[in-house]
C-alpha cells in the first residue's frame, strides 16, 4: 500500500486562507497540520495538535517583545533560534508536503538565521520534500507600484527605502524560484524569471459555514458595505466621497463601513448588504473580502487599472465581481444600486462560482494536483507575459511619482527588471512622459 503523504502548511496566516485549507486537507482523510508562527486566534478545534510544539518559541517572542535592553533582547533571539531549529528539524523528518505563504519560511522569524534563511529550502529540497510557495502579491509586487508607497512621501531622502526594498524583493523572488514551485498574481510578477502558477486558479479557500443566513432591512435603503483592513490601501477615502456624492444626487443608499471587528460579525454585515465594494486599487478581480461577500451572494464591485487587462490574461472561469477602472466605479456602483435584478443576477453568479472554484476541498484539490503535477497548462503564467505597470494600492500619479524619483536618483536599473521586457520598457515610457511633462 502506497504510504499517504503528511503536509505541512506554514508559517505564516493570510485572511484565514491556511486554517481554511488545513481543515479541508483533515475532512479529505489526510494528514495535515499548519504551523502559525505569528500571533493568530486559531477557530479549529484541532488547534492544540498544531501549534503544542510552538509553544516556547511563543514564549521567548513574547519575551524578546517585553525585554528593555538590546543585551536582554539578544539572549531571547539566541534562545528564540534554537526552538526555531528544533521546529524545522522535527517538520523536515515528519512531513512530505510543504505549503508556505507570503514569501518567507521559519528561519525569517529569527535575526541569526533570516540571515541563512536560504538554507531552510535548500535543506528541504535536498531531502526530496515538494515545497510550494504561495505568494500573495505584497510579497512579490514590485515596492514602486505598491502599497509600500504609502509609507514613503517619495521625496529624495524616502526614495532610498523603495530603491531598497526593490532589491530585496526581487533578490527573495529570485531564490524562491530555485528551491519551490511559486504561486502568484500575473499583475504581480515584475521580479520572476520562471513561470509559475496562476492563483486565480487555485483559488482563495472559503467554508460553506460562511455563508450566512439572515433577515434583511426592508426600508427601500440600499446598503453598501465597505470592510476597509487599511483605508489608504483600499481607497477608502474615495469611496466615501462616491458614497457622498450619490447621496446629494438623491440616490437612497446607507453605507456601512466597519473594521477591526471579529470575523463573524464582518460576515453578519456582509449578508445583511445589497452591495459590497472591495478596493479601489485592486489588481485581481476577487480578493479574500470579495470572496466573503460573493458566498454570500453580494455583488462586489472592485476597482483597479488591471481591470482593462484581466480578460485577456486570466484563464476562465474569471471570477464575476464587478471589477472596473477605479473612474469607473461610480457610474458602477448608481447602476447597481438602481438595478435590483442586476444585483442578484451577479451576487448569484459570484456564488456559483466559488462554489465552483473556491471552496476550501477545491482548493485543496488543486494543491494535490499541483504535488502531483497533474494541473492543467492553462495554469502556467510566463513572467514575461506581463506587462502591468500600476500595480496596486496606489494610484497612478503616486506609482509615476515613485518611478521619476527612484530612476532620478539612481537609474533604470534601480527597477531591478530585465531591459528587454515589456515591464521595463514601459516604466521607461511612463518615466519618459513624465519628465517632459513636467518640463513643459
Not at 513574547?62 to 526555531?84: G, H, P, S, V
Not at 502579491?137 to 509609507?151: E, T
Not at 502558477?197 to 460562511?210: A, F, S, T
Not at 439572515?214 to 477615502?237: C, E, R, Y
Amino acid at each position: 500500500m502506497k504510504k499517504q503523504k503528511k503536509i505541512f502548511l506554514g508559517v505564516q496566516e493570510i485572511a484565514g486562507m491556511m486554517e481554511r485549507l488545513n481543515n479541508a486537507f483533515r475532512e479529505m482523510g489526510m494528514e495535515s497540520d499548519f504551523y502559525c508562527m505569528d500571533k493568530y486566534t486559531f477557530t479549529s478545534e484541532q488547534k492544540k495538535n498544531n501549534t503544542s510544539i510552538l509553544k516556547k518559541f511563543y514564549i521567548h517572542s513574547d519575551k524578546r517583545c517585553n525585554a528593555t535592553n538590546e543585551y536582554e533582547k539578544n539572549w531571547w533571539y539566541f534562545l528564540q533560534m534554537w526552538d526555531i531549529l528544533y521546529i524545522f528539524f522535527y517538520v523536515l523528518f515528519k512531513y512530505d508536503l510543504f505549503i508556505y505563504i507570503f514569501g518567507h519560511g521559519m528561519f525569517f522569524y529569527n535575526k541569526y538565521l533570516s540571515r541563512i534563511e536560504e538554507l531552510e529550502f535548500f535543506l528541504l529540497k535536498i531531502f526530496r520534500k515538494r515545497i510550494v510557495m504561495w505568494l500573495c502579491g505584497s510579497d512579490s509586487r514590485a515596492p514602486y507600484c505598491d502599497a509600500y508607497l504609502h509609507a514613503c512621501s517619495c521625496q529624495v531622502e524616502e526614495v532610498f527605502r523603495v530603491f531598497n526594498a526593490t532589491k530585496k524583493r526581487s533578490k527573495r523572488i529570485k531564490m524562491l524560484e530555485k528551491h519551490m514551485i511559486l504561486i502568484d498574481n500575473p499583475a504581480s510578477s515584475h521580479f520572476h524569471t520562471k513561470p509559475y502558477l496562476i492563483c486565480n486558479c487555485i483559488g482563495i479557500p472559503i467554508d460553506d459555514k460562511e455563508k450566512i443566513h439572515t433577515n434583511k432591512k426592508s426600508d427601500g435603503k440600499v446598503i453598501v458595505l465597505h470592510v476597509p483592513s487599511n483605508q489608504k490601501t483600499k481607497g477608502t477615502d474615495t469611496i466615501r466621497a462616491i458614497i457622498n456624492e450619490i447621496k446629494k444626487e438623491g440616490h437612497e443608499v446607507e453605507y456601512e463601513e466597519v473594521s477591526g471587528l471579529p470575523h463573524r460579525i464582518v460576515l453578519e454585515k456582509i449578508a445583511i448588504s445589497d452591495i459590497a465594494i472591495d478596493q479601489v486599487y485592486c489588481d485581481t478581480p476577487m480578493a479574500g473580502f470579495a470572496t466573503e461577500a460573493g458566498i454570500n451572494g453580494i455583488p462586489v464591485i472592485v476597482g483597479g487599472y488591471y481591470a482593462e487587462e484581466y480578460k485577456k490574461i486570466l484563464p476562465q472561469p474569471i471570477a464575476p465581481t464587478v471589477y472596473c477602472k477605479p473612474e469607473e466605479l461610480k457610474e458602477n456602483l448608481i447602476y447597481l444600486i438602481e438595478h435590483e435584478e442586476e444585483r442578484k443576477r451577479i451576487g448569484e453568479e459570484e456564488k456559483k462560482y466559488i462554489e465552483d472554484n473556491c471552496l476550501a476541498t477545491t482548493v485543496a484539490n488543486n494543491f494535490l494536483k499541483i504535488f502531483d503535477n497533474s494541473y492543467p497548462e492553462e495554469w502556467i503564467f510566463n513572467p514575461n507575459d506581463n506587462d502591468y505597470i500600476w500595480g496596486c494600492g496606489v494610484d497612478k500619479k503616486l506609482v509615476t511619482d515613485s518611478i521619476v524619483k527612484l530612476i532620478d536618483t539612481y537609474g533604470p536599473d534601480s527597477l531591478c527588471l530585465d531591459e528587454n521586457s515589456s515591464l521595463y520598457k514601459k516604466y521607461i515610457q511612463l518615466y519618459k512622459e513624465a519628465k517632459d511633462t513636467r518640463e513643459t
